[in-house]
């Protein structure tokens, strides 16, 4: 994914819901009937980094999925009723007229509208075009404006264009619609840190936590921002709770080796960082930090190697103030890679 200019604070490498965003419509008695069915990846991946990962799966898109298996007990009425109607009827069968295939003429219209701007958005956003995700959002929204995820996903869109207020109020307005769902909490939080209201996004995290007591990502985003507040034993505590959770989330195992590091924990910090790239040889992040710490215990020759695969892999880490204010790593561990940077 391209980089976006939203400073998320942290990095979300699970896909939090499913990205084919195919919307099935059940029209009954002229309602619309939309639900929503968030799915959790618990794929293992080869982590990468973008300025947009989050926790905020927060760009990437939630569903707006209906089950069309079952019908409502409107539907079930008119199936029963019809049904009855042609076993006690002695009439020759009728066809069907032309008028009366127009609802369903305008059911498939609308279904082919929703899934083609769907399908647009999910695109944009995959290639880093917030501005028109937020468009494609917008007109999803204009005609399903009682979908929370609808209104969550623009919330992410306007968020990776640094919106942020206006991203809260979309993410406000998800929460009022579906007030137990816990993405636009876990999104609300993202950009609350990034705005460095870190006292809030805590309690946007511990309200997601009340709802999905084991969500490993609301775990991972609460120990940021307890490292933020430079409460490093809670962050701590978190992030093992977030990969005890979730084995493969690699990135809450980097927060947990970062901030081993930021408490003096150096010598189990770099051995964690060592067992996180054996699996994940690929990880800039990991392979940064590592080679921060490593040059400052006077390993100069692993430093470096692990140097030449961070910087192939993402080059950023050579920007001292992007590790800082953007990635966000810990005060120690910046000064660590500082110091390898200019060679001290």
């Known amino acids: 994914m391209p980089n976006s200019p939203f400073p998320i604070p942290h990095f979300q490498i699970m896909i ?14 002229s309602t619309l009937l939309i639900s929503i069915s968030p799915v959790m990846a ?8 973008t300025e947009t990962e989050s926790t ?17 007990a409107t539907e079930s009425a008119n199936i029963i009723s019809n049904e009855s109607a042609n076993v006690i009827s002695n009439e020759p069968e009728v066809t069907v007229s032309k008028s009366e295939n127009q609802p369903s003429n305008e059911r498939k219209e609308l279904e082919a509208k929703i899934n083609e701007l769907g399908q647009k958005a999910i695109d944009a956003t995959e290639q880093g075009e917030f501005a028109d995700a937020e468009g494609y959002w917008t ?24 919106k942020l207020a206006e991203a809260i109020a979309d993410y406000d307005k998800a929460m009022e619609l579906a007030p137990t769902a816990p993405d636009p909490y876990l999104n609300r939080g993202m950009v609350l840190e990034a705005m460095g209201e870190f006292d809030r996004a805590i309690a946007d995290y ?11 990502m609301a775990y991972n985003n609460r120990g940021n921002a307890f490292g933020r507040l430079g409460d490093w034993q809670k962050a701590i505590a978190d992030f093992q709770k977030a990969f005890q959770l979730e084995p493969n989330f690699a990135f809450a ?13 150096t010598e189990v910090a770099i051995r964690t960082m060592r067992n996180i790239i054996r699996k994940y040889p690929q990880f800039p992040d990991v392979r940064a930090a590592l080679t921060a710490a490593l040059w400052v215990q006077g390993q ?37 890679l500082d110091k390898f940077l200019h060679i001290q």
Do not use: F
């Not at 399903?144 to 640094?162: F, I, T, V």
């Not at 511990?206 to 490993?216: F, Q, V, W, Y």
């Not at 947990?256 to 924990?265: F, S």
């Not at 001292?320 to 810990?330: A, F, H």
């Open 16 to 29: 939090r819901w499913t990205l084919h965003l195919l919307c099935v419509l059940l029209l009954a008695v």
């Open 42 to 49: 618990q794929t293992e991946t080869q982590p990468s980094i």
């Open 56 to 72: 905020s799966t927060a760009n990437q898109p939630e569903n707006i999925i209906s089950n069309e298996s079952e019908p409502t």
């Open 139 to 162: 007109q999803l929204i204009e005609l399903l404006p009682d979908n929370p995820a609808l209104w969550s996903n623009r919330g992410n869109s306007k968020a990776s264009q640094n």
């Open 206 to 216: 511990n309200h997601l936590l009340e709802i999905s007591p084991n969500d490993p």
């Open 253 to 265: 195992r980097a927060n947990y080796a970062l901030a081993l590091y930021e408490t003096g924990q």
């Open 300 to 336: 100069h020759g692993e430093a470096e190697s692990n140097w030449v695969a961070t910087v192939g892999l993402d080059p950023r880490y050579k920007d001292i103030e992007w590790v800082k204010n953007v990635r966000r790593w810990p005060p120690m561990i910046v000064a660590a």
